[in-house]
Each structure stands twice: as structure tokens, then as C-alpha cells.
């Protein structure tokens, strides 16, 4: 008799995992999914911030996906110093933006290795696709990545699995080789028509971002915070709370040391105010407008710099001098400035 078998599945709910989860569960191998909350998730954030900006509160499309297949799910944070440590000098390289997406699957797959042996579990299968993505789904990255993490022939991608060595669980036959795919490339379509054959219709955009770190403009604000720390003589390093600030509120570099967070909306204002300590926090007196942040010691100028910035962002001003509080610990200073009206100088500052 066949032994039965058991995996371990990293799923984040998008189209790919989902049905990877699917083809593995018809094989009758028991399954337990994981699913790693690293800080840095989109969505993950607007759930966390109270909803998107229209209203809508996302749901975790991974807790949904395993939900749909009747599958455990163990939800993982790593989102801790290691993980932070690897994003800012990683081994490999980043890719377009600040995302080191080799790096990142190895750390989050040496995590899954250690589940699965916690588990006593035969091998961990992800949704990855060949030549899916650039960086991180080539053949020579895909092998790396299954080396570095110490899965090798333990690490399964079942959409391409007939374009990939045999892995240990099938040559043991846990696994029926014949019964997985050989997809590569982009394109979607033939993992949209599995997914209408497997009745599967639940499941986000199927070329849908998750990741802050693959965006442009958090790219920015990810380099610029560990520039202006190496400017004031500080390590190049993240500590968890900049995970959040860096996705929340307009940033504006004042200088190479001092940096101004400006929130966009009660949510952000709320948010803001619980990291003031150790920071300068800035607000209109008598204008409905943002809290703000500063970072860094500014000299008597940025200080007005700031407060002018401050005051161009406040509900029903004029173009009258507004009052910008400055509290710091038990100081409190205020400062009446015009709002900041030099287009070019905002543009210039901002990250």
C-alpha cells in the first residue's frame, strides 16, 4: 500500500496558489497551508489601516482560498529583524524597486522547510510558474532559490512541475507526475480555464501585486529612509515601525537628515500620532488639516520649512499665516507661516 503523503503549501491566495493547493489535494496528499505576513502586503495593510480609501475593507485571500478547499491555515509572521535585515542588505540583489525577491523566497521558504519538519510533513509546494516572473521564477533562480533554502528535491511547483526535475516525492511516488502541469511564461489563460474547470471562482486578479517593495514610489521612500539614516551617521537598517510609516502619509525630504510625514487622512492622522515619541509632531491650531512627523534634527529653517508644509495641507486655510504647533516630549513651540505656495520647491522635496 502507498504511503499517503503530506505537504506543506505556501499560499497567498492568488490565482497561481489556489491552484496549486487544488492539484495537490486531488492526489489525496494531506495538506497544511501557510500563508507569511511579512508587513509589506498591500492589501494586508489597508485591512490593518481600517479599509481602502473608497470605503472597502479587503479580505485576507489567503484565510478565503484555504477557507474555499478546507484546508488548515497557519498564519506566520516574520515580519520581525531577520526579515528586516535581509531586505536591507540582500545577497542577491534587488529587483526593479527595493524587492529582493530572490532573497525573500529563500527566507520565507527555510521558513516553510522548518514547518515542515516541525509537521513531519514530505515536502513544501508553492504556486510559483517558470519564467513567470524576471527575477525570481527563472530556471537558474527557481534551482538557487530550492539550494539556499534547503529544500532540494523537496520543493515542489506543481503548475510546472512536467518542465522541472522530478522532485523526491514524486520519484516516490507520493506523487503522480503525470497529474501535474507544464505551464511557463506570463500569460494567465490556461490557469483561468483550470480554474473554471476546477469550479474555482473566487480569486483576486490573477496578475494582482501584493507587495509594497514592487512599487515605484514605496521604492523611493524605502532608499531614502536608509540614505537619510547613513547621512546622520546611523546604520543602514529597518525597524519594525518604519515598515509602517513608509506606507503611510506623504514624505517629504526638508534635508539629507530631516524627513517630514504628512498624513492624508484621519485614519493616517490617528496612525501617525502613535509613532510621535522620539519624533517632532507637527499640526494646524485652528485649521482642520494633518498631523505630521519629522524625523531628524532640523535647523531654525527647516523647522518653518516644515510648518509651512504642514499649513498647505490644511481644510478651508487662505493663504493667511496658519499656527503649526511643534510639540516635542513636554516642549511645545508654535510657529505662524504661510502655507508653503513654491510648487516647484514641494515637487523638489518631495520622496
Known amino acids: ?27 489525496g496528499i ?27 475593507v479587503p479580505q485576507n485571500e489567503a484565510l478565503r482560498a484555504a477557507a474555499d478547499l478546507e484546508v488548515e491555515i497557519e498564519y506566520v509572521d516574520i515580519s520581525g529583524g531577520p526579515y528586516l535585515d535581509m531586505l536591507v542588505n540582500p545577497r542577491y540583489g534587488y529587483g526593479q524597486n527595493a524587492n ?20 513531519g510533513a514530505d515536502f513544501v509546494f508553492t504556486g510559483e510558474v517558470l519564467g513567470q516572473r524576471p527575477k525570481s521564477q527563472r530556471r537558474d533562480t ?4 530550492e539550494k539556499r533554502s534547503g529544500l532540494e528535491g523537496r520543493l515542489l511547483r506543481p503548475l510546472s512541475a512536467r518542465l522541472l526535475p522530478p522532485t523526491v516525492p514524486e520519484q516516490e511516488g507520493l506523487v503522480d507526475r503525470e497529474r501535474l502541469l507544464d505551464i511557463s511564461g506570463r500569460s494567465r489563460l490556461r490557469q483561468m480555464a483550470l480554474a473554471r474547470e476546477l469550479g474555482l471562482t473566487d480569486w483576486p486578479q490573477p496578475a494582482g501585486g501584493c507587495c509594497f517593495l514592487t512599487d515605484e514610489a514605496f521604492g523611493r521612500k524605502f532608499f531614502d529612509l536608509l540614505d537619510g539614516r ?10 519594525p515601525e518604519d515598515v509602517v510609516l513608509l506606507s503611510t502619509g506623504r514624505h517629504f525630504r526638508i534635508s539629507p537628515k530631516v524627513k517630514l510625514i504628512v498624513g492624508r487622512t484621519e485614519v493616517e492622522n490617528v496612525l501617525l500620532e502613535k509613532y510621535a515619541d522620539g519624533r517632532a509632531r507637527l499640526a494646524a491650531r485652528d485649521v ?64
Open 288 to 351: 482642520n488639516g494633518p498631523v505630521a512627523l519629522v524625523e531628524g534634527t532640523p535647523t531654525w529653517e527647516e523647522r518653518l520649512l516644515a510648518s509651512r508644509v504642514v499649513a498647505r495641507y490644511g481644510k478651508g486655510r487662505s493663504d493667511a499665516e496658519v499656527v503649526v504647533e511643534w510639540r516635542e516630549g513636554d516642549e511645545v513651540e508654535a510657529y505662524a507661516v504661510p502655507p508653503e505656495a513654491d510648487e516647484a520647491r514641494i515637487e523638489a522635496m518631495r520622496v
Open 30 to 56: 494531506e495538506v497544511k497551508a501557510i500563508n507569511f505576513y511579512t508587513g509589506f502586503c498591500i492589501t494586508e495593510t489597508q485591512r490593518r489601516k481600517g479599509g481602502r480609501a473608497d470605503g472597502t
Open 1 to 27: 500500500m502507498i504511503r499517503k503523503g503530506k505537504a506543506i503549501a505556501m499560499i497567498s491566495g492568488g490565482l497561481d496558489s489556489t491552484l496549486a493547493l487544488a492539484l495537490v489535494l486531488r492526489q
Open 230 to 239: 547613513q547621512a546622520a551617521g546611523e546604520p543602514r537598517r529597518l525597524v
Open 100 to 119: 529582493p525577491c530572490v532573497d525573500c523566497r529563500i527566507f520565507m521558504m527555510q521558513k516553510a522547510r522548518e514547518i515542515m519538519e516541525r509537521e
Open 142 to 145: 527557481l534551482w538557487l532559490i
